[in-house]
């Protein structure tokens, strides 16, 4: 369903992440918007960067969830968070999601996110076969 397309012709990735991944023919796709660090059920935002980190990606799951996937159907991941002192936190967090899956993603840091409280906002792009 994904494979994962791995070469010398490009630079080997800086964490465990895929250089890309092919989409097999006739998969229904799925565009996950933005997930921040907010609790489904309050709506509160926490204070702390590590709980956002893991709301974000729960929140991920939960849409891939009720639409028939998990993670291992991520192909592409695009992550923005608000502080370079973060980038150790966002990758053992991804790890743990993704347990071994390996999707393309890239990861930016930003000035800030629509709510100046939020540090991580994460949107995915998955497939799964029809």
Known sequence: MLKQIETDLAP??????A????????ARHLFV????????ASGKIPDSAEEQHRLAWANVLGILKAA????????DARVFITDRSQIG???QVRDEVLKGHKAAATLLVVAGLADPRLVVEVTVIAAAPV
């Open 19 to 26: 250089q890309a991944v092919e989409v097999a023919p006739g």
């Open 33 to 40: 918007a933005g997930q921040v660090g907010a609790d489904p």
């Open 89 to 91: 936190l966002y990758r």
């Open 68 to 75: 028939g996937m998990d993670h291992r159907a991520i192909v």
């Open 12 to 17: 080997k990735p800086f964490s465990n992440y």
